[in-house]
Structures are given as structure tokens and as C-alpha cells.
């Protein structure tokens, strides 16, 4: 993240604590203007109690908020008119339509029009549904009504938190475009969702946290770059060779050995290399029986929320760095 980018939303030391549980252990972020933000972790890590201090709806123990460039400490509720959020399941009036819930909402902040309602349902796909009550709405068309109470005020920052639970695939792939649409236009979206191939379709930036703290933060071009891997699966009796062979091409401490039942040898090097080390190998009279290359978000995230793995067993052979357990 550079300083001189104009930040729609950012944390500092941000700390909470629910008893003896600690929820944030001093989070930093920094959301940049313009992009569609993923906000990614395991469950627990502390994305929804972020989430609930960015609207007001608690309060931090120590650390600061800023908002659009102002800060935000709960109290100052006209900046939120400026804010959408969804977190957690969509509270709506189940005796109304769609439509009245909406009317509702927009009552309650900035004034907003019947064409914004009419034109909010027709986006999240409700129009023909809009006068039935929600009581009637499965899950999915609930969660749409949510996010179109979020963005009733036309926000500058939209806040959401599993916005795809429920969706079918085609809800899934329009609520995509939607959100990369909005931040086409300049405004921003910060996203926290588990279903990490359709968060590496949209997001310009990542933030992965664990336990309350940020463990990395950035482009998610570069991120992926920065964990490129070449994975390789040969047979257990041909894995010392393998790991010489492929030392040798990725450089001493590049190389992970894992051992599930056929051995998967992991070197941290570029994608675009993987001819090489397969080329290396056959050169040495192995062949490969699985050869993967290139890293995704998914992979990503496991590599850096994962637990640490059980102290592995004796090692076969004098292979330094091995571990049990499946490839990543």
C-alpha cells in the first residue's frame, strides 16, 4: 500500500475484547478508495467484530477508525449515511414486502427515492417478487433484500459480510459484477466471504487476519506472485533424489517434502519454471507422476492460517524439512 493513496477506510491498533476473549489484538488496515477490498480469515479470526466496530454497532477497547477520511469512533452517525453494510444475516421487517422494507430503511438516513427502491430491486433481481412479504423469501432472495438495503443510500463504502450465503451461481456471478462495477466507479467495497475462488475474481486488494492481527495485506496480484509454487508427486523411493534434483534448480531451504502416501515435493519458485524443474527431473531418470504449478488465493490462505502441523515422524532418509501431512 502506497502513503500516498487516498484511503476509504483504515484501523490502527484496533483492539476488543469480549471478556477473557480477544477478538482484535491491535489490527491495522488500510482500504484504499476505489477497489474491492477482500477481508479474509479463519472463523474467529475477528472479521465480523471489525465489521460491527466500522458500523457503530460496538465500540473498540483501544485503537482508532477512520472513515472516507474522517474518524469514526461510533458517535458520529451522519458519516455512516455515507456507509452500507450488511453483517451477518439481514434484519428485515418479515410482515412487509420487499419493497416497504425498503421504503422502511431509506427513512431512516438520507432521503431515497421511489425510483432508488424501484431501481435497487430490479438490481438484485426482486422486481417481480416486490410486493410479496419477505416472510415468504427463501434465504437467498433474503440476503439479496440485505444487500439492497445496503447500498439504499448510494454509499461511498460498502461494508459486506457473507453477501453470497444463499445466492444461487447466477445470483453469485451478477453480485460480482455489481460489487466490481461500484468500484469501477470509485467507490469502495470491502468484502469478507469464505468462498475464496469468486474473492480472487473480484478483489483488487486482500487482508488476510488470523487471532485479531493482520498477517499480510496487499495487491492480490502480488501477493500470489510472492507465493508461486511448483508442486511435484513422485514415488516414496524416488523422493531423495527428487528433493537433490530440485534443490538444485529452487536453492537450499526452497524445497518442502510432504508425505501422505505418494510423496508431493513443494518448491517456492516461479510458475513460469516448472519446465524446468520437470526437465531437471527427467534429465535424472525420474518422472514425475503429477506436476501443478502457479498459487491461488485459496492455497494462499491455507499456507498462512493453517495451525502448525504435529511433530512429524522420523524422517525417511536425510531430507532435511520435511513434514507430514497432504500437499497444499
Same mark, same amino acid.
Given at each position: ?5 487516498? $484511503? ?32 479474509? &480469515? ?48 439481514? %434484519? ?8 416497504? !422494507? $425498503? ?16 431501481? $435497487? ?30 447500498? @439504499? !443510500?448510494?454509499? #461511498? ?9 444463499? @445466492? ?18 470509485? #467507490?469502495?467495497? /470491502? ?27 496487499? =495487491?492480490?496480484?502480488?501477493? /500470489? ?25 529452487? &536453492? ?28 531437471? @527431473? ?11 504449478? &502457479?498459487?491461488? /488465493?485459496?492455497? $494462499? ?14 524422517? =525417511? &532418509?536425510?531430507?532435511?524439512?520435511? !513434514? %507430514?501431512?497432504?500437499?497444499?
Amino acid at each position: 500500500m502506497t502513503a500516498s493513496a487516498t $484511503l476509504a477506510l483504515s484501523t490502527r491498533d484496533l483492539k476488543k475484547r469480549f471478556g477473557r476473549q480477544v477478538a482484535l489484538a491491535g489490527l491495522d488496515l488500510e482500504v484504499p478508495s476505489g477497489v474491492v477490498y477482500g477481508f479474509l &480469515g479463519p472463523n474467529g479470526a475477528g472479521k465480523t467484530t471489525t465489521m460491527r466496530l466500522l458500523t457503530g454497532l460496538i465500540r473498540a477497547d483501544s485503537g482508532s477508525i477512520s472513515l472516507l477520511g474522517q474518524p469514526f469512533d461510533g458517535s458520529q452517525r451522519r458519516l455512516l449515511y455515507d456507509v452500507g453494510a450488511l453483517i451477518e444475516s439481514p %434484519s428485515l421487517y418479515p410482515h412487509l414486502s420487499a419493497r416497504d !422494507n $425498503l421504503i422502511v430503511f431509506g427513512a431512516t438516513g438520507k432521503r431515497v427515492s421511489r425510483a432508488r427502491v424501484d431501481e $435497487l430491486l430490479e438490481l438484485v433481481g426482486l422486481r417481480d417478487r416486490a410486493g410479496d412479504r419477505v416472510s415468504r423469501y427463501s434465504f437467498g432472495m433474503k440476503q439479496r433484500l440485505g444487500i439492497a438495503v445496503a447500498m @439504499l !443510500n448510494d454509499p #461511498k463504502l460498502l461494508l459486506l459480510d457473507e453477501p453470497a450465503n444463499g @445466492l444461487d451461481p447466477i445470483g453469485i456471478v451478477a453480485l460480482r459484477d455489481m460489487l466490481k462495477a461500484m468500484a469501477a466507479s470509485g #467507490k469502495t467495497v /470491502l468484502i469478507s466471504s469464505h468462498i475464496l475462488p469468486e474473492v480472487q475474481q473480484m478483489a483488487d486488494i486482500v487482508g488476510i487476519v488470523a487471532a485479531g492481527r493482520l498477517i499480510t495485506q496487499g =495487491p492480490l496480484d502480488e501477493l /500470489l506472485a510472492s507465493q508461486a509454487l511448483v508442486r511435484v508427486r513422485v514415488q516414496p523411493e524416488e523422493t531423495a533424489a527428487a528433493y537433490a534434483v530440485m534443490t538444485k534448480v529452487a &536453492g537450499d531451504g526452497h524445497v518442502q517434502v510432504t508425505f501422505p502416501d505418494i510423496a508431493w515435493l513443494v518448491a517456492r519458485i516461479a510458475a513460469d519454471r516448472a519446465a524446468e524443474v520437470n526437465r531437471a @527431473l527427467a534429465d535424472a531418470g525420474i518422472y514425475a507422476s503429477g506436476l501443478e504449478a &502457479g498459487s491461488d /488465493l485459496e492455497s $494462499l490462505f491455507l499456507e498462512l492460517t493453517a495451525p502448525p502441523p504435529p511433530p512429524p515422524p522420523p524422517a =525417511p &532418509g536425510a531430507i532435511p524439512g520435511w !513434514n %507430514s501431512g497432504a500437499a497444499s
